[in-house]
């Protein structure tokens, strides 16, 4: 099983739409957590982190849930320049002598059209 | 400003050969990450190091050789152990501790030849 999976996508939208992306970990020790965005052929950029208690940014809401070890993102009336890859991050970082990575999910692929 | 910077941008390899990829932080973050990125795909790391003179392997890192010498350098060698080295290599940093995020270089296009 991969340490973070994402829904495989494509998702083709109008504008307009409400899109949400799923995420789920594996390693229950998972400190932190983020969804980036990835422009074609650029480098990752951070689109917000994701706290337990939910936390949302103007259109975009992120959820976690510890208990089922998963997290998602809501987009809400998606914009042609929402068109991404989102990439679901996750940091198990567990502090103290024990050394943390982060592993990134395959990426989802958003198209918003006309 | 502070930043990570990769070069070079775009590199050519022939077949057979070792090659070297920069990576500079001016952050002072403590970890430092390797990935590799094919088209469609996404990222899948192939070292990290959380403290200098230490890196650990990632998920790919067979034909793949780094050094972390100083904290702010984690030059990465692609071997020519690397079969099919071809792709987008993107280098990150963060701090070590904490709930914290990682920051990007603008990433090398490496093209076997």
């Known amino acids: 099983r991969k340490e973070v999976e994402q829904d495989p996508g494509p998702f083709n939208v109008p504008e307009g739409a409400t899109v949400a992306f799923n995420c789920t970990y594996s390693?229950?020790?998972?400190?932190?957590f983020f969804w980036y965005r990835q422009d074609c052929r650029k480098e990752p950029k951070l689109l917000m982190s994701?706290?337990?208690s939910g936390n949302e940014d103007g259109r975009f809401t992120a959820q976690l849930n510890r208990a089922s070890q998963y997290i998602s993102l809501l987009i809400r009336d998606s914009k042609l320049s929402d068109s991404a890859t989102y990439l679901c991050?996750?940091?198990?970082?567990?502090?103290?002598?024990?050394?943390?990575?982060?592993?990134f999910g395959q990426g989802t692929i958003l198209t918003v059209h006309p | 400003d502070g930043g990570i910077t990769q070069s070079p941008k775009y590199l050519f390899r022939k077949e057979g050969q070792n090659v070297t990829l920069s990576c500079e932080q001016n952050?002072?973050?403590?970890?430092m990450y390797w990935y590799r990125q094919d088209p469609g795909q996404g990222l899948r790391l192939i070292y990290y190091?959380?403290?200098?003179?230490?890196?650990q392997k990632g998920d790919i890192a067979e034909g793949y050789s780094v050094s972390r010498e100083k904290k702010e350098s984690f030059p990465l060698t692609v071997t020519s152990a690397q079969k099919n080295p071809t792709a987008f290599y993107l280098c990150?940093?963060?701090?070590?501790?904490?709930?914290?995020?990682?920051?990007f270089g603008q990433g090398t296009r490496l093209t076997v030849v």
């Open positions: 991050v996750v940091n198990s970082n567990a502090g103290g002598t024990s050394y943390g990575k982060l592993t």
């Open positions: 952050l002072n973050h403590d970890a």
């Open positions: 994701v706290y337990s």
């Open positions: 990150a940093s963060s701090e070590y501790r904490g709930p914290t995020e990682a920051f």
């Open positions: 390693n229950s020790a998972s400190q932190s």
């Open positions: 190091s959380q403290i200098v003179n230490d890196f």
